[in-house]
């Protein structure tokens, strides 16, 4: 019988090292299971020219460890991975084996970057990985925080548990992001609409009644050349630099974004922004505390899950806040202290973190935090968007009387001369 060597994590995440004996590999990794252990590398022990070697699973299977270019999942859309996210924690739920999960739910989606993914990651469970490691080789469509929750689940044998938070997670995630930006068509149509009027107006419009001044013989109000002016620049081509120059701001905005200071000095005059800087502060809360109230409620560390949040909290100053509170931890400080200091959330917050350290509930109280300004957000972004209609009306009303009025006026004054 052909022996096998392995290499595994045990329950506590600690490596194992051994050999064992099976007539296949498939026999191998199941005997290291029941062990227990969760296999990283199982391969046949034979005496040959370099070395042992991995004996494959199923065709297309790759065994870890194994040389060789390999596909890997690219990014994946977030409303595909909730609702894989979902499918998977009822199935493991019902008792289902991880593999076979995989390979059901593989065959549900339909093509793209999320059923390769999904076909890899069960290729890589198939070859003796746990579905962390086989998930954490693609990034680009699991990222950090999923990755590290399913250890999480593994390590606790609470996988369905887990994977049920992460999905709740997601679905939260992807509602708030929703609602901001539903609540955001109406105002940007309107905006849209009414500057493209208005460019109608001065560039097809306005030049009739150049022609028609050109032949009266009286002296122009400035208001009306101003407009005359203005209708010229725009016909000439002016259209372009007005089009150009948003967007040569915004690729600036983006070379600048590439660098963490950039990043930092964007994020930072975003938060300064009247009433939009408050929705994005806010917003940044919310999910820097539901992120962190969840890791820990799946039992990781509490260094290693602030060390995530930072990385997927989507502000370069809640980023940097996070990591002095990470190095203040490790100091033996605790988490409301350099939070207090950083000064980047109000001391409600700050006051409820402490009392959820105090009182060992501190992923229960992140988590009321999050709901709390998730509830926040979303008024803010309804009553600002309330706000914004009349304002919106006003301004539209005030551009479009401005052109009639800078039109008629040279008409006024002819009529009044013709009566004199």
Same mark, same amino acid.
């Given at each position: =019988?052909?022996?096998?060597?392995?290499?595994?994590?045990?329950?506590?995440?600690?490596?194992?090292?051994? @050999?064992?004996?099976?007539?296949?590999?498939?026999?191998?990794? %199941?005997?290291?299971?029941?062990?227990?252990?969760?296999? +990283?590398?199982?391969?046949?022990?034979?005496?040959?020219?370099?070395?042992?070697?991995?004996?494959?699973?199923?065709?297309?299977?790759?065994?870890?460890?194994?040389?060789?270019?390999?596909?890997? *999942?690219?990014?994946?859309?977030?409303?595909?991975? $909730?609702?894989?996210?979902?499918?998977?924690? +009822?199935?493991?739920?019902?008792?289902?084996?991880?593999?076979?999960?995989?390979? &059901?739910?593989?065959?549900?989606?339909?093509?793209?970057?999320?059923?390769?993914?999904?076909?890899?990651?069960?290729?890589?469970?198939? %070859?003796?990985? $746990?579905?962390?490691?086989?998930?954490? #080789?693609?990034?680009?469509?699991?990222?950090?925080?999923? $990755?590290?929750?399913? #250890?999480?689940?593994?390590?606790?044998?609470?996988?369905?548990?887990?994977? @049920?938070?992460?999905?709740?997670? =997601?679905?939260?995630?992807?509602?708030?992001?929703?609602?901001?930006?539903?609540?955001?068509?109406?105002? !940007?149509?309107?905006?849209?609409?009414?500057?493209?009027?208005?460019?109608?107006?001065?560039?097809?419009?306005?030049?009739?009644?150049?022609?028609?001044?050109?032949? =009266?013989?009286?002296?122009?109000?400035?208001?009306?050349?101003?407009?005359?002016?203005?209708?010229?620049?725009? *016909?000439?081509?002016?259209?372009?630099?007005?089009?150009?120059?948003?967007?040569?701001?915004?690729?600036?905005?983006?070379?600048?974004?590439?660098?963490?200071?950039?990043?930092?000095?964007?994020?930072?005059?975003?938060?300064? &922004?009247?009433?939009?800087?408050?929705?994005?502060?806010?917003?940044?809360?919310? #999910?820097? !505390?539901?992120?962190?109230?969840?890791?820990?409620?799946?039992?990781?560390?509490?260094?290693?899950?602030?060390?995530?949040?930072?990385?997927?909290?989507?502000?370069?100053?809640?980023?940097?806040?996070?990591?002095?509170?990470?190095?203040?931890? #490790?100091?033996?400080?605790?988490?409301?202290?350099?939070?207090? @200091?950083?000064?980047?959330?109000?001391?409600?917050?700050?006051?409820?973190?402490?009392?959820?350290?105090?009182?060992?509930?501190?992923?229960?109280?992140?988590?009321? &935090?999050?709901?709390?300004?998730?509830?926040?957000?979303?008024?803010?972004?309804?009553?600002?968007?309330?706000?914004?209609?009349?304002? =919106?009306?006003?301004?539209?009303?005030?551009?479009? %009387?401005?052109?009639?009025? *800078?039109?008629?006026?040279?008409?006024?004054?002819?009529?009044?001369?013709?009566?004199?």
């Amino acid at each position: =019988m052909p022996t096998y060597q392995y290499e595994a994590m045990n329950s506590v995440g600690q490596p194992v090292k051994n @050999q064992i004996d099976a007539g296949t590999r498939e026999e191998a990794v %199941g005997k290291i299971r029941a062990l227990g252990y969760f296999p +990283t590398q199982v391969v046949e022990k034979a005496i040959k020219k370099g070395g042992p070697k991995a004996i494959p699973g199923k065709a297309g299977a790759a065994a870890v460890g194994a040389a060789g270019p390999r596909r890997t *999942a690219g990014a994946v859309s977030k409303k595909l991975l $909730t609702q894989f996210t979902r499918q998977m924690s +009822t199935l493991v739920d019902a008792g289902l084996p991880i593999l076979k999960s995989l390979r &059901i739910l593989e065959q549900q989606q339909k093509p793209g970057m999320l059923r390769v993914g999904i076909r890899v990651v069960a290729d890589d469970v198939e %070859g003796g990985q $746990t579905l962390s490691e086989a998930m954490a #080789r693609h990034p680009k469509a699991f990222d950090r925080l999923y $990755t590290n929750m399913v #250890r999480a689940g593994e390590l606790g044998g609470v996988l369905d548990v887990i994977l @049920q938070r992460l999905a709740d997670f =997601m679905e939260k995630s992807q509602a708030l992001k929703r609602k901001v930006i539903g609540a955001m068509i109406y105002p !940007s149509a309107v905006i849209t609409f009414a500057f493209a009027i208005v460019a109608l107006l001065l560039v097809f419009v306005v030049p009739k009644f150049q022609e028609i001044f050109s032949g =009266m013989k009286v002296e122009l109000p400035s208001v009306t050349k101003t407009l005359l002016d203005f209708s010229a620049f725009l *016909a000439g081509g002016g259209w372009m630099l007005l089009i150009g120059v948003p967007i040569g701001l915004w690729m600036i905005l983006k070379l600048v974004g590439t660098s963490p200071a950039g990043r930092h000095a964007i994020d930072s005059v975003k938060l300064k &922004i009247p009433i939009l800087g408050i929705i994005l502060s806010k917003t940044a809360i919310a #999910r820097f !505390s539901r992120t962190l109230g969840t890791l820990l409620a799946a039992g990781v560390p509490i260094l290693e899950a602030i060390n995530i949040t930072a990385e997927t909290s989507g502000n370069e100053v809640f980023c940097r806040a996070l990591k002095k509170v990470h190095d203040g931890i #490790r100091e033996g400080d605790n988490f409301a202290e350099p939070l207090r @200091q950083a000064r980047i959330v109000q001391p409600m917050v700050v006051n409820m973190i402490d009392v959820g350290e105090e009182t060992g509930d501190l992923d229960k109280m992140l988590t009321k &935090i999050a709901d709390t300004y998730d509830d926040e957000v979303e008024t803010l972004v309804g009553s600002m968007t309330s706000l914004m209609e009349p304002i =919106m009306v006003i301004s539209l009303g005030v551009i479009v %009387g401005f052109i009639v009025i *800078a039109l008629f006026m040279p008409m006024v004054t002819m009529i009044n001369a013709v009566q004199k």
